[in-house]
Nanobody, 122 residues
């Protein structure tokens, strides 16, 4: 599976962005899909994940109620809708695929996209 993330950019605090991740490969629907982020000088952290069919989701506490992860298996895409953005959301965002049912651990992911930068100004 090859992953290509897009949709990052500069936004003011309180604004919204929608990230997308396009996947190649016929087995996309077999994978749970997650989003992680890495802020400057910090370790990569879990943001959100959903199961292969979108039936279950899990979010980091820091984004609950503000971010929504979704997928379209017919189009081989996964999205992250980010609302009420805060300066502390500034990071490079990565999409990733795992064979696990759900996982918040980056070492359990098998494939990674290249990352897209989100910058939130105060």
């Amino acid at each position: 599976v090859q992953l290509q993330a897009s949709g990052g950019g500069l936004v003011q605090a309180g604004g919204s962005l929608r990230l997308s991740c396009a996947a190649s490969g016929r087995t996309f629907s077999s994978y749970a899909m997650g989003w992680f982020r890495q802020a400057p000088g910090k370790e990569r952290e879990f943001v959100a994940v959903l199961t292969w069919n979108g039936g279950r989701t899990s979010y980091a506490d820091s984004v609950k109620g503000r971010f929504t992860i979704s997928r379209d298996n017919a189009k081989n895409t996964v999205s992250l809708q980010m609302n009420s953005l805060k300066p502390e959301d500034t990071a490079v965002y990565y999409c990733a695929a795992t064979r696990r049912i759900l996982s918040g651990y980056d070492y359990e992911y098998d494939y990674w996209g290249q990352g897209t930068l989100v910058t939130v100004s105060s």
